[in-house]
C-alpha cells in the first residue's frame, strides 16, 4: 500500500504462499502485515505494485490477482536480476516491502459490451491475468472473451494449474500454442502471430489486449493490423520501464510521457504517438 505521506515507503507484507510456475517464474502470494491496510487496499486490473526484496532493492510487477479476489495480493516474478534472484530465494513466512497500486489500470469500464481478445506471451500472461480474472468475475458485463497464450513448450507456460479450467470454459474461447511439437502436448504448435491469423477474431466491437516477449508484440500489433484492428482497438502495458512508479525519477520517460504516470497501459494509438524507443 503507498504511504500517503512517504510514496517511498513500502508496507511489510508476509508471503502466505509461492508457486513455482516455471524454471525462472515463481508466483508469490502476500498480505499486508497490517489487517486494516490489507482490509481497505484497492486497485484496478492492470496497476503495479513494487515489490522489495529486504537489504537487496525493488523491482515493479504487475498485481496478478484480479481485484475481485482480495484474500491476497499476487506478483509473478521472472528472474532476471539481482532483485528477482533474491525474491526467488523467498517462501512462505519471508516478509517483502510492497508499495501500490501504482500506474494508470486498463480501460475496464470502456470496455463493457465489447469482445474482448487476449494475445499473450510467456511471463506476459501476467499482466492480462488480473483483467482476464476480472473480466471472468463479472462475466455479464463483457461480450465474447477470446484468450490465446502461448510459450516456447509447455515447460515455459505459467498458471499451468488454471489452464486446464480456462479451456474447459463454455464462456471463454481459450487457444494454446507452443513454439514447437512436445511429446503430450494437444494443444496448437505455431507462433502466437500465426496462430492469431488463423484464430481471425473480428474487429467489429472489440478490444485486443496483448503483452509478451517485444518480438512477439511486434509481430502481435502487425497480426492485429491485418485482421483491421484499428490502433485505439488494441492495448499493452509496459510495467517493465517502470522504476520509482511515482514519477520523479525520470528513468521510464518515452519522450515525454512518463510510464509510471501516463501508463503503463497504452493503446497502440497512444504508442504511435510517442518517440520509437520500445
Not at 129 to 143: E, H, Q, W
Not at 171 to 185: C, H, M, S
Request: one cysteine or more; hydrophobic letters at 40%; proline letters at 7%.
Amino acid at each position: 500500500m503507498t504511504d500517503p505521506f512517504n510514496p517511498y515507503l513500502p508496507e511489510v507484507a508476509t508471503i502466505l504462499e509461492t508457486v513455482q510456475e516455471t524454471h525462472n517464474i515463481k508466483t508469490f502470494r502476500v498480505r499486508f502485515d497490517d489487517e486494516a491496510k490489507m482490509a481497505a487496499f484497492t486497485f484496478e486490473p492492470g496497476q503495479v505494485g513494487q515489490l522489495s526484496a529486504p537489504g537487496i532493492g525493488e523491482s515493479t510487477f504487475v498485481i496478478n490477482s484480479p481485484p475481485t479476489r482480495m484474500d491476497y495480493l499476487q506478483f509473478s516474478v521472472m528472474r532476471a536480476g539481482e532483485v528477482t534472484t533474491r525474491l526467488h530465494g523467498l517462501t512462505a513466512g519471508d516478509k517483502v516491502g510492497v508499495r501500490a497500486p501504482l500506474g494508470k489500470p486498463f480501460p475496464y469500464e470502456d470496455m463493457k459490451g465489447k469482445d474482448i481478445v487476449f494475445v499473450g506471451g510467456g511471463i506476459g500472461m501476467a499482466p492480462l491475468r488480473t483483467l482476464f480474472l476480472y473480466m471472468l468475475d463479472n462475466r455479464a458485463d463483457y461480450g465474447n472473451i477470446t484468450l490465446l497464450y502461448g510459450a516456447r513448450s509447455p515447460a515455459d507456460m505459467a498458471f499451468s494449474a488454471e489452464l486446464p479450467e480456462w479451456t474447459s470454459r463454455k464462456d471463454v474461447n481459450t487457444t494454446l500454442t507452443i513454439d514447437r511439437e512436445a511429446d503430450g502436448w494437444e494443444h496448437k504448435v505455431g507462433l502466437i502471430p500465426n496462430v492469431l491469423l488463423e484464430i481471425a477474431p473480428k474487429p467489429e466491437n472489440c478490444v485486443a489486449v496483448t503483452c509478451g516477449p517485444p518480438i512477439m508484440i511486434k509481430f502481435t500489433l502487425e497480426a492485429l493490423k491485418k485482421l483491421e484492428f484499428a490502433d485505439e482497438q488494441i492495448f499493452t502495458t509496459l510495467e517493465k520501464r517502470m522504476k520509482c512508479g511515482i514519477g520523479i525519477c525520470g528513468r521510464c520517460n518515452i519522450g515525454s510521457s512518463y510510464v509510471c504516470v501516463d501508463g503503463p497501459v497504452y493503446s497502440y494509438a497512444q504508442l504511435k504517438a510517442l518517440p520509437n524507443e520500445l
